[in-house]
């Protein structure tokens, strides 16, 4: 079975940093491009990063602050978070994506399958 398991969330305080882990199972990260996008009550989900064949895009509120990498022999996927700020609060998924455009990376219909998401709330 295909999983995308996410975690590292908690709580943090701003300026703080964190690192999210999306461990994939039943299919090799080699072949897929890996998302992260979030979602805060009331808001739309967004992309944050994206990660395929050594391409990595950022979303313009995350660049510089986040690095996304990758481990092929753990097949798993690392957004590591510094500078954290109170917007960024949100539920944060992993996904795969089995083909797209790069410049559509922050679409969600071009994903597959989603991790079940992990809690990062930013708050003093």
């Known amino acids: 079975d295909v999983q995308l398991q996410a975690s590292g969330g908690g709580l943090v305080q701003p300026g703080g940093s964190l690192r999210l882990s999306c461990a994939a199972s039943g299919f090799a990260l080699d072949d897929y491009g890996i998302g992260w996008f979030r979602q805060a009550p009331g808001k739309e989900r967004e992309g944050v990063s994206f990660?395929?064949?050594?391409?990595?895009f950022y979303a313009n509120s995350v660049k510089d602050r986040f690095t996304i990498s990758r481990d092929n022999a753990k097949n798993t996927v690392y957004l590591q978070m510094n500078s954290l700020k109170p917007e960024d609060t949100a539920v944060y998924y992993c996904a795969r994506a089995p083909r797209l455009p790069f410049s559509l990376w922050r679409v969600p219909t071009y994903y597959d399958n989603w991790g079940q998401g992990t809690q990062v709330t930013v708050s003093s």
């Open positions: 990660i395929n064949v050594g391409r990595k």
